[in-house]
C-alpha cells in the first residue's frame, strides 16, 4: 500500500465518512496508516505535574481548577524549582522521557513566565523532554520560551467551534487558535487535542478532529482526553461518550494525521485494559504516566506496567538530542 499523504484539506463529509466505517474496517485502515509511520508496539511516555494549582479565572465547564467552580481544590503558589526537579528525577527514574508542566493561568505574566523557565531549563538538564501547559500566549512570550529549548507547548483546542460556547465562555476558539499560531511560529513543537464526553455530539467530534487537521502543520501531538468527571464542575454528571465510539475518535485522528502522536490522554483511570488496548490498536501512542494527572488520579504505574507487559508495549526511549545534557544528578 502506498503511503498516505499529509492532507490539511480534509471536508467533513470525509471524516463523516470515516465514522461510518465498520468498526472492523476503520481500525483496519488506522492501523495500516500507523505502520507506514511508527513502530505499532511503542509507545511515547510523558508524565505530568501541575506546578501551580487551582484559582484559574477562566470558566472551562470540565475543570477542578476553575475559581468559579466549588470543588474544594486547595490553591497552591507556584512550586519551588526543587520540588520539580525531584519530580522530573522520579519520572525519569520511572521510564518517562517527556516531563508536562501544567498552570492554572488565563495566561502567564512575564514574570512568572521567567520563572517557568527555569524549570524548563533544569528539566532539560535531566535529559528529558520538556512541555508547559500555561494558557495563553503573546507571540514575544512563545519565542521567550522556544530560546529557554522548550520542546513542546499544550494548548488544546478541546472541542468544535460550534459546541465551544457551551463549555467556556471568558476565551474563545479563536483565542485558542491565536496561541497555537504563536506556538507554532516561534519554532515549538505543538500539543494540541481536545476532550470527548462533555455532550457533545458526532458531528462536533468530527468538526474537532477537522479543524486539528486542518491547521497549517498537524500538532506534533495529539492529546484525546476523555472527560474526568469532578464534582462542583458543570459538566458534572454529564454523560459520557460510548467507549467504542473513544476508539473511533482515535482512529480517525491517526488517519488524518498520519505523523502525530496520538496520546491516550485523561480518563484512563477510568477505562478497562481492554478498551485501552482498542485504543492502542487504533492508533493511540502516547500516554500519560504516573500517578497523578494535574489534580485528578490517573492509572497506577504498576498496573501500566503489566498491561504493557501483556500487550509486549515497550516503552519509546528518550531521544537522542545532543542539545541535552544527559542524565545529570
Ligand atoms: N490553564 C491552561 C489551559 O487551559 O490551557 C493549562 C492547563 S489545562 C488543565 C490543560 C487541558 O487539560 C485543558 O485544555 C483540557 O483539555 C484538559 N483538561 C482539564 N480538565 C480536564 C478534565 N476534567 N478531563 C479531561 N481533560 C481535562
Ligand atoms: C491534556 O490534554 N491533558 C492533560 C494535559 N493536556 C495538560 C491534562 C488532563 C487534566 C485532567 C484533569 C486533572 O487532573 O485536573
Ligand atoms: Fe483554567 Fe486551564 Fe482549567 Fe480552563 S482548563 S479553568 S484555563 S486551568
Known sequence: MSEAAVRHDWTLEEIEA????????????????????????????????????????????YCSQSAKHDTGLERERLLPLEEVIAAAKAAREAGSTRFCMGAAWRN????????????????RDLGMETCVTLGMLSAEQA???????????????????????????TRTFEDRLETLRHVREAGINVCAGG?????EGPRDRARLLQELANLPE??????????????????????????????RNIAVARILMPRSHVR???????????L???????????????ERLLTTDNADTGHDRRLFDRLG?????????????CCGG
Open 18 to 61: 470515516l465514522f461510518a466505517l465498520p468498526f472492523n474496517d476503520l481500525l483496519f485502515r488506522a492501523q495500516q496508516v500507523h505502520r507506514q509511520h511508527f513502530d505499532p508496539n511503542e509507545v511515547q511516555v510523558s508524565t505530568l505535574l501541575s506546578v501551580k494549582t487551582g484559582a484559574c479565572p477562566e470558566d472551562c465547564g
Open 108 to 123: 502567564p505574566t512575564d514574570k512568572s513566565l521567567e520563572r517557568v523557565i527555569e524549570m524548563i531549563r533544569a528539566v
Open 143 to 169: 519565542r521567550r520560551l522556544r530560546e529557554a529549548g522548550l520542546d513542546y507547548y499544550n494548548h488544546n483546542l478541546d472541542t468544535s467551534p460550534e459546541f465551544y460556547g457551551s463549555v467556556i465562555t
Open 195 to 199: 476532550i470527548l464526553g462533555m455532550g
Open 218 to 247: 498537524h500538532p506534533q501531538s495529539v492529546p484525546v482526553n476523555m472527560l474526568v468527571q469532578v464534582e462542583g464542575t458543570p459538566l458534572f454528571g454529564v454523560d459520557g461518550i460510548d467507549p467504542l465510539e473513544f476508539v
Open 264 to 274: 491516550l490522554s485523561a480518563g484512563r483511570h477510568e477505562m478497562s485494559d481492554e
Open 276 to 290: 485501552q488496548a482498542l485504543c492502542f490498536l487504533a492508533g493511540a501512542n502516547s500516554i500519560f504516566y504516573g
Open 313 to 325: 508495549i515497550r516503552m519509546q526511549a528518550a531521544p537522542a538530542d545532543e542539545h541535552k545534557v
